[in-house]
């Protein structure tokens, strides 16, 4: 099972927003663009870029998500107390 992962995310404050935002996505926009813009964390600067973390480093459903979905593919939106994710796995270890 994977210990490490890197991560992008985009966090929005409301469902609708996340959604909005995965459509863009299906529809090729580009997602540190759309981070740099449109997130509320201060990962926005470094286009959602979270680097490499530890499994257990996160809240549980984020790291749910982090260590379950498909690799490479915008995921979400995943709900915690800071709002929306949306999630794009670029690898684990």
Do not use: W
Request: aromatic fraction near 8%; charged fraction near 25%; hydrophobic fraction near 40%.
């Amino acid at each position: 099972m994977a210990k490490t992962a890197s991560a992008l995310h985009i966090l929005v404050d409301t469902e609708q927003q996340a959604n909005d935002l995965l459509d863009q996505l299906a529809q090729g926009a580009d997602f540190q663009q759309l981070a740099k813009k449109h997130s509320t964390c201060p990962s926005k600067r470094e286009g959602g870029n979270l680097g490499e973390f530890r499994q257990g480093d996160m809240v549980p459903a984020f790291d749910k998500a982090v260590f379950s979905c498909e690799l490479l593919k915008p995921f979400g939106p995943v709900k915690t107390q800071f709002g929306y994710h949306i999630i794009k796995v670029l690898y684990r270890n």
